[in-house]
Antibody, heavy 120, light 108 residues
Framework: QVQLVQSGAEVKKPGASVKVSCKAS????????IHWLRQAPGQGLEWMGW????????NYAQKFQGRVTMTRDTSISTAYMEVDRLTSDDTAVYYC?????????????WGQGALVTVSS | SSELTQDPAVSVALGQTVRITCRGD??????ASWYQQKPGQAPLLVIY???NRPSGIPDRFSGSSSGNTASLTITGAQAEDEADYYC???????????FGGGTKLTVL
């Protein structure tokens, strides 16, 4: 069965960076785009961008351009999302999600989420 | 950039029908998808495209679209349908994704 398993919770200080991983199983990573989204406490969902695991191409939301980097390691079926220069506003649960088909922007499988807390 | 607007909260009596709406200019060009999210859980895709349900989603969930409005209808709401519901679609101005603010559904 398809699964996306994310890395664990992190606590970071303002100005630091965080890198969240998303390991895919039950399918071939390179066959589907991976999107990253986040949800601040008590708030709605916010899309951050996608990576095409086959080519490595990325597309970031304007808000995160220059501060977010999405990568992948196809040898271990894992996608990564790194956020630099963290502030308290980046405290959120970060999700990876699989694109249902070729950039459809429908997210059919989700990781369990990784809570990132930014606090001094 | 574009926005999607949802009513913050909706309630429905057990077994009755409820419609959750999502409005935005981008919906005039792209279909919405709908996600159910229960407390402490990741979102779950319930409707995508014209009116498609992923495997395992009950057929009481359906979707429709007219102009700049997309709707999620639950016919015969069950207690387990109580959750937050989010719509999303592609932003028509850039190749990005936008979400509605979410609707909290209460089943009475």
């Amino acid at each position: 069965q398809v699964q996306l398993v994310q890395s664990g919770a992190e606590v970071k200080k303002p100005g630091a960076s965080v890198k969240v991983s998303c390991k895919a199983s039950g399918y071939t990573l390179i066959s589907y785009y991976i999107h990253w989204l986040r949800q601040a406490p008590g708030q709605g969902l916010e899309w951050m961008g996608w990576i095409n695991p086959n080519s490595g191409a990325t597309n970031y939301a304007q808000k995160f351009q220059g501060r977010v980097t999405m990568t992948r390691d196809t040898s271990i079926s894992t996608a990564y999302m790194e956020v630099d220069r963290l502030t308290s506003d980046d405290t959120a649960v970060y999700y990876c999600a699989r694109d249902l088909q070729g950039g459809s922007y429908y997210f059919d499988f989700w990781g369990q989420g990784a809570l990132v807390t930014v606090s001094s | 950039s574009s926005e999607l607007t949802q009513d913050p909260a909706v309630s429905v009596a057990l077994g009755q029908t409820v419609r959750i709406t999502c409005r935005g200019d981008s919906l005039g060009g792209y279909y919405a998808s709908w996600y159910q999210q229960k407390p402490g859980q990741a979102p779950l895709l319930v409707i995508y495209g014209t009116n498609n349900r992923p495997s395992g989603i009950p057929d009481r969930f359906s979707g429709s679209s007219s102009g700049n409005t997309a709707s999620l209808t639950i016919t015969g709401a069950q207690a387990e349908d109580e959750a937050d519901y989010y719509c999303n679609c592609r932003d028509s101005s850039v190749n990005h994704v936008i979400f509605g603010g979410g609707t909290k559904l209460t089943v009475l």
